[in-house]
């Protein structure tokens, strides 16, 4: 059996569900809950202070005949970033960064981390992050015309990967994934609350 969901369902009114379009969230997105990597984007900021951003609403594809691998995702101030990807343990620190926002404020070291320069681009990185992809701004394009949200293309120049997360990627220390306050219409909850997952192996397949 299927629930079929094309308008929003009348258990929504009241929920976050409904409110968040106020935030630019359709409702849609929370009944779906497909989650997204997470990672913390970090760039400086016009006064040289690092910048540091959670980011969820992404992805990751190979394009330009294989010759180059890309990231779509929201804005950030200069021409590039460096994708921080977090382990559990580090959170709660990363999190920190959205309260530690200030113009004048190291977003980075405020939050209880470390910044470190990236080696190919003019941008901080997270030390205690496992994996840090530098990257370069491409393109932008509003999602719809005339959109307050855009969507940009970065390209990943090159990559910090730790060894533990080399050797065993489905571990304790893989890549986080967010899944922004999902909502069962059957049975809406009246608190509800985001997710943070971890990837966990069911299958696998040699080539296609
Ligand atoms: C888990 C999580 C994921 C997020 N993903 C995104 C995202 O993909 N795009 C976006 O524009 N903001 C996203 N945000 C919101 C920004 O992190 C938040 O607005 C942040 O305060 C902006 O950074 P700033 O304060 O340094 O400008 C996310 C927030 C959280 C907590």
Redesign the pocket.
Known sequence: MKYQYKAMPESMRGTYGEFAKNFGFDWKEFIMGIPTP?FLVTTYKSNGQP????????GFTSANHGGGYYVI???VEKKVAVLNFMSSDLYKAC?K??QN?QFEAD?ITSSGLTAEKASWVEAPMVAECFMNLECRYLWEKEIVPGDDHVMICLEVVGGHIEKDYMEDMFGDKGVLY?AHHPINPEDVKEKGC?YVAALRKVNQSYEY
């Open positions: 997470m910048n540091a951003t959670m980011q969820s609403w992404a995702l929201c804005s999190m960064t959205i926002n977003e967010y985001d």
